[in-house]
């Protein structure tokens, strides 16, 4: 019949139109619950411009009406509701174009949908119907994710599990995608993984993927991860999961699920306000007298880090630097750095001056080394001045000392010659 059909169009090409009634092609997978769409398209043919449409749906022998453009009387009985609360509905997409839309499919949905179009062709040719099988699987997607730790310190880790489990129907394939909320901005996506077994990275977190800062743990079928290290203060936010559902529809995918649950909101503390820099207290010296200052760092974190100290004198005058590597720059070579333990930083000035005497103070750099092997500088902070007071030694003072020493080696001499006498 469909032979015949197709020759009839050919006898009459040149004199006639063919017409042709087209639908979404099937079979179509969707998902209890979610709303469905069926295009219907009708094509060469005689007549006005605007055609009317007509929705059927077929259950074994069974055959029911179920909307029309033209004929408000048209449905059964049995989908009056579902129609008159707007469930079922036929839209208008052009005049030789409609959707047949469903906005809660019921797996009791299954059928065979035809969609057909009333003859305005003065001769009888090509085809007036269209069938697409539906199928409406039951809805058992289930995203359940875990709670990532609220609190991370820069540079630690944050772990982002969603547990996804469904049940394993051909044709219907799952995606992840893990995304972040900062503030009151648009969401960003991080990672999708799927529907092809694929990896898709989101703008901007192309590099940190790559350097292995953001990495993706598969898990065993339902628990899967995503984990952000080297966090930095700007990855804080309210993090999501989504998994969607798909089916390819003329080699196109289509998705027919989403849903997405709030993982958590994740705060990362600053390296920065866990940081201390002391130096020890005020002293007073005289000329010629060794300076001694010790700085001592402290801060919250598991991390290797790298500490860069600079001694300052008067706030503005850099006596001393040490980098992160060990590297020493002083300014003279009666000025000593060197490191004591893990935290502890030591300036020796030998032999102070009356120029040495001012306002001491000790700046420390918190470097960070990120996955890619590149520093970043995570916190800075100086250290409260302390005062050095130093006073000119005097000669009365070095004469007193001189004088001193003499007594004492006169005593010892005159004690060595009464040891002797006795012996």
Not at 48 to 56: A, L, S
Not at 201 to 228: A, I, P, Q, W
Request: proline share 3%; glycine share 8%; hydrophobic share 35%.
């Amino acid at each position: 019949r469909a032979i015949n059909k197709a020759l009839l169009c050919l006898c009459f090409k040149g004199l006639c139109h063919c017409r042709s009634v087209t639908v979404s092609r099937g079979p179509l997978l969707r998902v209890e619950g979610q709303p469905l769409s069926i295009r219907c398209n009708v094509s060469d043919y005689e007549g006005p411009t605007y055609q009317d449409f007509e929705w059927m749906v077929t259950r074994g022998t069974e055959s029911i009406k179920v909307i029309s453009t033209f004929d408000q009387k048209f449905s059964d009985r049995s989908l009056q509701d579902r129609i008159q609360s707007g469930d079922i509905s036929v839209s208008r997409l052009a005049d030789n174009a409609v959707e047949l839309r469903i906005e809660e499919a019921r797996v009791s949905d299954s059928a065979t949908y035809q969609c057909s179009t009333p003859s305005t062709d003065s001769i009888i040719s090509g085809n007036y119907n269209a069938d697409v099988q539906l199928q409406v699987v039951p809805n058992s997607l289930i995203v359940a994710p875990d709670t990532p730790n609220p609190v991370v310190p820069e540079g630690g880790s944050i772990r982002l599990l969603c547990n996804v489990s469904r049940s394993f129907i051909e044709g219907i394939y799952l995606s992840l995608t893990w995304s972040v909320q900062k503030g009151s901005s648009v969401l960003e996506d991080l990672l999708t993984f799927g529907p092809d077994l694929g990896v898709t990275v989101g703008d901007g977190f192309t590099g940190r993927y790559t350097d292995g800062g953001m990495r993706l743990e598969m898990g065993n079928g339902v628990s899967h991860s995503l984990v952000l290290s080297g966090a930095m203060p700007e990855d804080g936010g309210m993090y999501m999961c989504t998994a969607r559902l798909w089916t390819r529809e003329q080699g196109i995918w289509k998705r027919i699920q989403e849903k997405t649950m709030e993982m958590g909101e994740v705060t990362v503390t600053p390296t920065a306000n866990s940081l201390t820099v002391v130096i020890q207290d005020d002293c007073t010296l005289s000329t010629g007298e060794p300076l001694l200052l010790t700085c001592s760092v402290s801060v919250d974190t598991k991390l290797s880090v790298g500490l860069e100290v600079t001694w300052m004198l008067n706030t503005s005058r850099t006596l001393a630097h040490l980098s992160r590597d060990g590297l020493r720059n002083n300014t003279s070579e009666l000025v000593d750095v060197r490191r004591l333990g893990k935290w502890d930083f030591q300036m020796k000035v030998h032999g102070v001056e009356m120029s040495d005497a001012g306002l001491y103070s000790c700046k420390v750099s918190v470097w960070v080394q990120q996955m890619s092997g590149r520093w970043y500088k995570a916190a800075e902070k100086i250290s409260d001045t302390v005062r050095v007071h130093v006073i000119k030694q005097s000669k009365r003072n070095h004469h007193t000392a001189s004088f001193t020493t003499l007594r004492a080696l006169f005593q010892s001499s005159e004690m060595q010659v009464s040891n002797a006498k006795r012996k």
